[in-house]
């Protein structure tokens, strides 16, 4: 009989980096420095707008500045670059983030790359993922950088583990399993990246310590993919259709919750899980920003 899976409540640890960030906020502001983020938001998707909302109301809570900058979905790149350059320059913004995805008429890349890499708190600028590689301090992406803050507060240790990373993205799967593999605390790991074109990728994950799954399909990982006592970390957040709730539809990750809980060691909820994680540490790269732009 196992013991009762625990349960990685991503709440309680966007909330213990949140008090961490608190000295380096009051020693800032003493200076009469407010540690400033800035998004700009193309369009009116209606997922973006509540994640850029969500980001703005964190920020402001904690004693940062936040705002944003709304641009009509026609805006031109040429304009997007100007604003970008305008806050590249701006002394009161230590933090740009342009909300993804962009309408399909802008060159994603070219976005980000416009950024200046001293105030690129996604880390999704080519020289802060450079870095990252390398093992030098850099912005990292805050969804991984969620998961590995994760398992460190519950203390699940990587070091020596097989980890199978489900999802090879820029922003998630490839950054998660270059953490993974450095040298030190929150690596050392052995790791596996499957992705659309593994075949059989039960093979793999029934051999993994640790599941991190990141690939946007609805409870693809299911009981029978898994060995006893893993440590599932579920990325995905995905909507469902379902009639019975008023709104017509649930959240769900990549895993089939109810079906691996038997099974598992311990586990992230979705919602409540990595999602929570994600602002979290885009206010601590911010303070990180802040700190570096102006102490
Ligand atoms: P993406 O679409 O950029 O990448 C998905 C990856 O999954 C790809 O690398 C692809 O190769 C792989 N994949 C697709 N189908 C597969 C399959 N059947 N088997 C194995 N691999 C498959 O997505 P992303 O931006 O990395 O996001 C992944 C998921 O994580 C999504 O559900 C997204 O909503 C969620 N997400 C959550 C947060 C958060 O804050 N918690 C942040 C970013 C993304």
């Known amino acids: 009989m196992q013991n009762s899976p625990l349960i990685l409540d ?3 640890v966007a909330a213990d980096v949140k008090n961490r960030l608190k000295d380096d906020i ?3 502001l003493s200076k009469n420095i407010v540690p400033g983020l800035t998004a700009i938001l193309v369009g009116e998707d209606p997922a973006s707008q509540v994640y850029v909302r969500s980001k703005e109301r964190q920020a402001k809570k904690l004693g940062l500045h936040s705002d944003v900058i709304r641009l009509d979905a026609h805006s031109t790149q040429a304009e997007l670059l100007a604003i970008i350059h305008q806050l590249n320059n701006d002394a009161k913004v230590h933090g ?8 399909s008429h802008f060159d994603e890349d070219a976005v980000i790359e416009a950024i200046n890499p001293e105030k690129d708190v996604d880390g999704f600028h080519p020289i802060s993922v450079g870095r990252m590689q390398i093992g030098l301090d850099s912005f990292i992406s805050c969804t991984p950088a969620g998961v590995l803050e994760i398992l460190d507060y519950y203390k699940i ?8 990373v489900i999802g090879r993205s820029n922003i998630v799967g490839k950054p998660m399993a270059n953490l993974l593999t450095r040298k030190g605390k929150r690596g050392d790991a052995t790791v596996t990246v499957c992705h659309s074109r593994t075949p059989n990728m039960a093979l793999f994950t029934r051999q993994a310590d640790i599941i991190i799954a990141a690939v946007g399909v609805p409870e693809l990982i299911t009981a029978d993919m898994i060995k006893d006592d893993v440590v599932i970390v579920d990325v995905g957040i995905n909507r469902v259709g379902d009639a019975k709730l008023e709104k017509g539809y649930k959240l769900v990750g990549d895993v089939d919750y109810q079906s691996v809980l038997p099974k598992v ?5 979705v919602p409540g899980g990595v999602g ?4 979290a540490m885009l206010l601590s790269n911010t303070v990180k920003a802040a700190k570096k732009l102006s102490l």
């Open 26 to 28: 009051a020693t800032l």
């Open 157 to 164: 240790v990587t070091s020596g583990k097989h980890v199978v």
């Open 276 to 279: 929570v994680m994600t602002i």
């Open 265 to 269: 060691k311990a586990i992230t909820p």
């Open 10 to 12: 991503g709440k309680v």
């Open 96 to 103: 740009i983030l342009v909300q993804l995805p962009l309408p």
